[in-house]
């Protein structure tokens, strides 16, 4: 038995190193040390010249290793107090208004970093079964859990593992996968998969198994198939509810060479071919804090602006790739606009050849997804943005910028 | 009976005797407060035989004023008016999060107060909401209807809204205050038909007044409102000027004091018309500010000839119609000054109910001056001509009234 933990991309020098999921912390060090620069030049470029931000942040989130601060137009680093509490007064120092949140969120008390989402696939743990193919066990437990979905602002979530979104399941195509779910929570839920399965192990409420309640446990098991980017998520009832409170996750099928092709080496990590990749796991998603039905905050994986705050640092001579998701509940559509760029998508990452071809806005309807593929190799170094282009939702978080070096 | 422990065998008026007594007296007079603090303490002790509190805190704010002191910025104060400390985590506007400075903290006790600053490129003539994110998502909403820059304090401001002040108090009560040579030529039965008049316009105010103050007490911090302040009020404002009258209830009434009375009442209720005038227009309502003034300005000339009736079987002077005046009229210009720089709602319900009391106890007095009359003839003081004289006084105020509305 072996435990495989992937990263992509299987980096090389300079941009993303690994960062491992059991070696969280020393991933997120890294990654926030290399975006301090980034963060100056956020700064400056969302402020306007000569405007500060003034981001306070809880004193439990720093890390004395990693060198947050509050950052300044100009680029200088001004170090925050040693302790500093969230609760004394804000200041705001400059001239024009910052369509921003005020301060960051602790990823640390949260137990869960976006940043490091982005990158943090969960392949199981792997053994050989006796006609050859790879069996992977995965262990899924669902627990209550308040998360910061953005900087002072506490939803009472119910989670996967902790965290919302839950772990990125991956495997590759034709793997036979066996989901160990436990139900630590206070309410009945599930793991329905979107994927091709029996009826008894679609995970939904009334059908097979059907709820699993608290303190129960249910080994959901079939095949990896199709390959491409899915979801999973809770299909308890209520619905709407079980899944806006955050109970969903990413779904990644590597597809197989040996069946698809020299094209499918790409998308598999187990193949040089992905090498000149660089992967993330995006899920649109949103927060209804009034519980009336109507968002009050949207995200890219969670937190809002998180990565405004933290931007993506990708290399320009790696191609991107994301799998993108919609989990946002309520509006009947997301969607994705990439600034100062074109990409191909492929709708659920079910085909090799893209499903359009030279587009720079897609939308998702609830539950949808697909991988988007392009590259910054002729752009010069900077920040691009992407955000949705309901210019709604961009304003109450789902806003974010690549930096590209 | 002497020998009895407890004080109710003492006559009324009683005071005990001796240094010895006394104390003892004192003694019973505490213990039932000694029992009450035991009691309290044991329900503390005990939470009550509630058990733990499980319930999320109870978050409410009361946004008590919202103004835009300059291009570019939107400032609040709020109170919390709940029982439980609150915070502020983040601020949206028109359904964007934006950074904001909050002093003195950003966490409120109850009853605290603190005042939010937005840098925010609002636009003039435009509406603009105002979000306010607790720390478990709640939303309190606040608006901007027409975004004006709120009035500087200078002296130019301070003199136009006593400009205004006397439009709307001192020019029709002194207009009003002209029909007194008419007056003084009209016979009993036209006098009968004047004083019933008054009644009529005293009764419209007091029930226009009555609502105003009720609207306006429940935009008062919670902890301080509820639907009893301001009968409450009016009732004690009533039975304490019926108080002072009374006391010379032998005599015969001066007219003057009658009259002085009206005025007193009218200069409160114009004291409100003033603070409804200066708060609209520092909401920037003032597009809709010169109707406004021509109907309180019509309105309130009524209100002189109120005032002038008691006094045509006297022989005032010249200095009591002006001191009448300015009772009645000057209150306005007071009013404008509050309601533009300092509005509070809670006062500005305060100001309203004594005034309502004011004016109730001057119908009792009105009354009183046709009763009079009517007894010493021993005719019904209620005859046709009283009761078109009411009902005309109703018409005209009710008539005019909806030139402001």
Redesign the interface.
């Known amino acids: 038995m072996v435990r495989e933990t992937h990263d992509s991309p299987p980096a090389t020098d300079p941009p993303m190193p690994p960062t491992p999921f059991l070696s969280r912390s020393v991933g997120r060090r890294g990654l926030v040390t290399r975006t301090v620069t980034g963060l100056a030049t956020l700064g400056a470029l969302v402020s306007g010249a000569g405007a500060v931000i003034a981001a306070t942040r809880p004193a439990a989130a720093q890390d004395p290793a990693a060198g947050h601060g509050q950052h300044g137009a100009g680029g200088q680093m001004v170090p925050l107090p040693p302790t500093q509490d969230p609760a004394k007064a804000a200041s705001v120092e400059h001239d024009h208004g910052v369509q921003m949140t005020v301060g960051d969120v602790d990823t640390a008390a949260m137990g869960y970093d976006p940043s490091v989402y982005l990158t943090a696939f969960d392949y199981g743990t792997a053994s050989t079964l006796p006609d050859g193919r790879t069996l992977r066990d995965y262990r899924v437990i669902a627990v209550d859990k308040e998360i910061e979905i953005a900087p002072g602002v506490f939803f009472p979530a119910w989670t996967y593992n902790g965290q919302v979104p839950g772990p990125t399941i991956r495997c590759n195509e034709g793997d036979r996968l066996r989901i160990n779910f436990t139900n630590n929570g206070s309410h009945p839920h599930t793991i329905h998969f979107h994927g091709i399965h029996s009826a008894a192990m679609d995970g939904v409420t009334g059908i097979g198994r059907g709820n699993i309640n608290p303190g129960e446990s249910f080994t959901y098991e079939f095949d990896a198939r199709p390959f491409g980017c899915h979801l999973y998520h809770c299909h308890s009832t209520p619905l709407k509810r079980h899944i806006h409170k955050g109970l969903y996750g990413a779904f990644i099928i590597n597809p197989d060479p040996q069946k698809h092709g020299d094209r499918a080496k790409g998308r598999h990590p187990e193949y040089s071919e992905s090498r000149q990749w660089q992967e993330f796991v995006m899920i649109m998603n949103a927060f209804d804090t009034t519980f009336d039905g109507e968002n009050e905050v949207y995200a890219l994986n969670t937190v809002a602006f998180h990565y405004m705050k933290h931007p993506i640092r990708i290399a320009r001579d790696q191609s991107v790739r994301v799998y993108l998701i919609n989990a946002t509940e309520f509006d009947p559509i997301n969607s994705l606009h990439l600034h100062a760029n074109f990409f191909d998508y492929y709708d659920h990452g079910t085909t090799l050849e893209p499903t359009l071809r030279t587009v720079d806005t897609i939308m998702q309807c609830q539950g949808q997804r697909g991988i988007l593929e392009f590259s910054f190799k002729d752009h010069e170094p900077g920040m691009y943005m992407f955000h949705a282009h309901q210019s709604e939702f961009p304003e109450l978080g789902w806003m974010s910028v690549f930096e590209v070096v | 009976m002497a020998e009895s422990s407890f004080p109710v065998a003492a006559e009324p008026g009683d005071t005990p005797r001796g240094g010895g007594a006394t104390a003892r007296w004192i003694a019973l007079g505490l213990f039932p407060l000694l029992l009450l603090a035991l009691v309290l303490a044991l329900i503390v002790a005990t939470n009550g035989g509630l058990g733990d509190r499980v319930a999320p805190p109870i978050e409410t704010l009361n946004v008590q004023r919202v103004t835009l002191p300059a291009p570019?910025t939107i400032q609040l104060s709020v109170v919390n008016d709940g029982p439980d400390p609150i915070?502020i985590?983040?601020?949206?506007?028109d359904?964007?999060?934006?950074?904001?400075?909050?002093?003195?903290?950003?966490?409120l006790g109850r009853l605290e107060s603190a005042t939010i600053?937005?840098?925010?490129?609002w636009v003039e003539g435009e509406a603009h909401k105002i979000?306010l994110?607790?720390?478990?998502?709640?939303?309190f909403e606040a608006e901007v209807p027409v975004a004006l820059e709120a009035p500087a304090r200078d002296v130019a401001a301070f003199a136009r809204f006593a400009l205004i002040g006397t439009y709307v108090g001192v020019v029709p009560v002194a207009l009003g205050l002209l029909w007194f040579p008419f007056m003084r030529r009209l016979g009993r039965r036209g006098m009968d038909f004047i004083l019933a008049l008054t009644i009529g316009l005293l009764v419209f105010l007091t029930v226009d007044m009555f609502g105003e103050a009720q609207e306006t007490a429940l935009l008062a911090p919670g902890a301080l409102k509820g639907p009893l302040l301001v009968p409450i009020v009016a009732l004690l404002a009533f039975l304490l000027l019926l108080t002072i009258a009374g006391r010379k209830s032998r005599e015969p009434q001066s007219g003057l004091a009658t009259s002085s009375r009206i005025a007193l009442g009218i200069g409160l209720h114009n004291l409100g018309e003033g603070l409804a005038i200066g708060a609209a227009f520092a909401l920037g309502e003032v597009a809709l500010g010169v109707f406004l003034i021509i109907g309180f300005t019509l309105h309130n000339v009524t209100e002189g000839i109120g005032i002038a009736a008691p006094l045509v079987r006297d022989r005032p002077q010249f200095r009591h119609f002006a001191g009448l005046a300015a009772l009645a009229g000057l209150p306005a210009i007071l009013g404008t000054w509050i309601g533009a720089f300092v509005y509070s709602p809670f006062w500005a319900a305060i100001f309203l109910a004594v005034g309502i009391g004011a004016i109730a106890q001057v119908i009792v007095e009105v009354t009183r001056l046709i009763t009079r009359g009517a007894t010493r003839r021993d005719e019904p003081a209620l005859n046709w001509l009283t009761l078109g004289g009411v009902t005309a006084g109703i018409a005209i105020m009710y008539a005019t009234a909806l030139l402001v509305a």
């Not at chain 2, 985590?89 to 506007?93: F, G, T």
């Not at chain 2, 600053?117 to 490129?121: E, F, G, K, L």
């Not at chain 2, 994110?133 to 939303?139: H, I, K, N, Q």
């Open positions: 570019g915070t985590a983040q601020v949206l506007v359904d964007a999060y934006y950074n904001y400075g909050m002093t003195p903290a950003r966490t600053t937005i840098p925010y490129p979000g994110l607790s720390r478990t998502g709640v939303v």
